[in-house]
């Protein structure tokens, strides 16, 4: 895996996703997609081709896991590293993200100035 992966952020706020992007891609310097939907992202993601996926656990429509699951069903996905971000951290909604596939969880509100530490430092742990 590269040193800095092409991400691929799901959120459905507009001031989180561009919070999350200033904090990404100016702050650490990260190539990064953004989809407003579950829906959006899986008409999206083939030809973004991202290296890591970002998911929002709660969002309208289709959540973040039935979007992990919708991805995780088309093979260049399979594979693909997931990291959720959520606001209800308690360890039980942590180890359930876990066990459906996430490579760990960031609890929001995060730190802009730290988002991408904390990114890179999963994706070189997967």
Same mark, same amino acid.
């Given at each position: 895996?590269? +040193? ?8 459905? +706020? ?5 919070? *999350? ?9 990260? #190539? ?7 829906? #959006?992202? $899986? ?7 991202? +290296?890591?996926? $970002? $998911? ?12 992990? *699951? ?40 995060? +730190? ?15």
């Amino acid at each position: 895996m590269g +040193d800095l992966p092409k991400i691929l952020h799901v959120e459905d +706020d507009p001031d989180i996703r561009e919070i *999350a992007l200033m904090a990404l891609e100016i702050v650490g310097g990260l #190539e990064v997609a953004q989809c407003a939907s579950g829906a #959006e992202a $899986l008409e999206r993601a083939a030809t973004e081709a991202p +290296d890591l996926l $970002l $998911l929002d656990v709660m969002m309208p429509g289709m959540s973040g896991d039935e979007t992990l *699951a919708a991805l995780r069903r088309l093979d260049q996905f399979a594979e693909t590293p997931a990291i959720f971000m959520t606001a209800k951290a308690q360890q039980s909604e942590v180890e359930r993200l876990r066990q459906i596939g996430a490579r760990d969880v960031i609890t929001k509100p995060f +730190d802009p100035m730290t988002l991408a530490d904390e990114i890179l430092a999963i994706w070189r742990r997967c």
